[in-house]
């Protein structure tokens, strides 16, 4: 089976509109994407906003009648934006999904596996992971940079904070690396369930990872905490990360575009020696020792 494809470049504001009346009519999904490089990093609370110039993209059936669709868009939104109809032919969309994600490397010994591949290096550490809702594959480069620093520094027998843990890759990749017990933290029971299951595909012992809700009091000062979220909660959530590491323990901060790099660290340096910014693409991973 094939299926047709109705694209149209717009407007945030015109997306919006058009994007309702697609689901109105007899559209099998509708997709908006940045139509001009411009990505929104860091989105204000409680908002959900589009780009300025955006590509919306609705698939149909090789049944449907696009023209027919086009006339009640017109009639209902006007004149409507610049639109092109493609073909979209048949394919394995399941394995073409799979064939996206190979094993990455991460420093010297560490690897992310999807489950449907095999090893590269049997001998390395390998995390097996799959894509799945929660955020955190090993893709991204702020995850990127967290986990080559895990590589480059083993948390050998250590205490170890996932602060908004996602899939749990950082927590996961610190007890393949050596850590006594880690806490994956989220503020999402989706971000929960996904870290106690991968846990489970990757034989972790059940004592070792604890999965928190932030609300929830942690036992003792940990040696190393890992934050892969945004800039402006990690500015608010500073003092209450130095009271969860012990002294001569180090923090990881990631999620930090270049531009916010010196706010984030000053907002750390009353508790912490904060160490050279190291970056990959736009962002920055930031590196500090607790003070005495």
């Known amino acids: 089976m094939s299926w047709q ?25 509708v997709t908006l994407q940045d139509a001009a490089d411009e990505p929104i990093f860091e989105p204000a609370l409680g908002t959900t906003p589009l780009w300025g110039q955006t590509e919306l993209v609705a698939l149909f059936s090789a049944e449907e009648d696009l023209q027919q669709i086009i006339q009640q868009l017109q009639a209902a939104f006007g004149q409507l934006p610049p639109y092109h109809i493609s073909q979209v032919a048949e394919q394995n969309w399941e394995r073409a999904w799979m064939d996206e994600f190979k094993p990455m490397q ?3 010994r560490l690897w992310i596996c999807p489950s449907w591949c095999e ?7 390998n995390l097996l992971l799959d894509p799945g809702l929660a955020f955190g594959t090993g893709t991204h480069p702020t ?14 027998d250590s205490q170890v904070i996932d602060y908004g843990c996602g899939s749990g890759v950082l927590a996961l990749a610190a007890l393949k690396l050596g850590a006594k017990i880690t806490y994956a933290i989220d503020n999402d029971p989706q971000a929960l369930l996904a870290t106690e299951d991968n846990a489970k595909r990757n034989q972790i012992n059940p004592w070792q990872l604890k999965t928190l809700s932030p609300d929830q009091p942690i036992a003792a000062p940990v040696d190393v905490l890992l934050a892969n979220i945004l800039a402006q909660p990690l500015i608010e959530l ?14 990881i901060l990631s999620g ?10 000053q907002a750390y340096q009353p508790w912490f020696t904060m160490q ?11 590196v500090g020792i607790r003070k005495d």
Do not use: H
């Open 5 to 29: 494809q109705l694209t149209f470049s717009t407007t945030a504001q015109a997306a919006e509109r058009l994007n309702e009346l697609l689901l109105e009519t007899e559209a099998l999904a």
């Open 106 to 108: 991460f420093g010297k």
């Open 119 to 125: 090893p590269v290096d049997p001998s390395a550490v």
């Open 143 to 156: 995850t990127r940079l967290c986990l080559e620093w895990l590589d480059a520094n083993p948390p050998i």
């Open 238 to 251: 500073a003092e209450k990360f130095a009271s969860l590491i012990k002294p001569q323990g180090t923090i």
């Open 256 to 265: 930090i575009l270049q531009e916010q790099a010196d706010k984030v660290s």
């Open 276 to 286: 050279m910014v190291t970056q990959s693409d736009e962002w920055v991973r930031l």
